[in-house]
């Protein structure tokens, strides 16, 4: 057994070392597969999230993609006993679905915040809202986008 290497299997060997290190950064993150269901189960434990109490308030149209707001509230009296303690925002159309997650705790008064966020086509917006103890609610809404924000 000869333990020499060509020129020629050198050069092949330097050719798909260049090939797959330009192969592998092109295929992430743009073609990452979303990942709202791992998301979704981390963030509720496997729990079903129950439709209401939540409330989306987002353009049934964005122009532009790189800024859409958005406002999420939930319905909850936010006293020591009963009180909303977390919202994740998720997207199911980017190529990472988290977008946003907020705190609350009973000193916040209300359980509401407002930020602009980037979605790079038309897809849905789901918020997650889980209170202190421990019941998930929810609700979506698309969001139609005409200039994605994610090189769309």
Do not use: W
């Not at 800024?67 to 999420?72: A, C, G, N, S």
């Amino acid at each position: 057994m000869s333990a020499f290497i060509t020129r020629r299997q050198a050069f092949m060997a330097g050719a798909a070392a260049v090939a797959a290190a330009t192969l592998g950064q092109s295929i992430t993150p743009a073609f990452a597969a979303n990942n709202i269901d791992e998301m979704t189960k981390a963030f509720t434990g496997g729990a079903k999230p129950v439709a209401g109490k939540v409330k989306l308030d987002l353009p049934e149209i964005a122009e532009n993609g790189n800024t859409v707001p958005i406002t999420v509230s939930v319905d909850s009296p936010m006293t020591d006993k009963d009180y909303v303690s977390d919202v994740i925002i998720l997207a199911d159309g980017n190529p990472n679905a988290g977008v946003a997650t907020f705190h609350f705790s009973p000193a916040s008064g209300v359980a509401e915040a407002n930020t602009r966020i980037r979605l790079a086509n038309t897809q849905n917006i789901v918020a997650i809202a889980k209170t202190n103890d421990g019941k998930f609610y929810t609700a979506s809404k698309e969001v139609k986008v005409t200039i994605g924000g994610c090189g769309g």
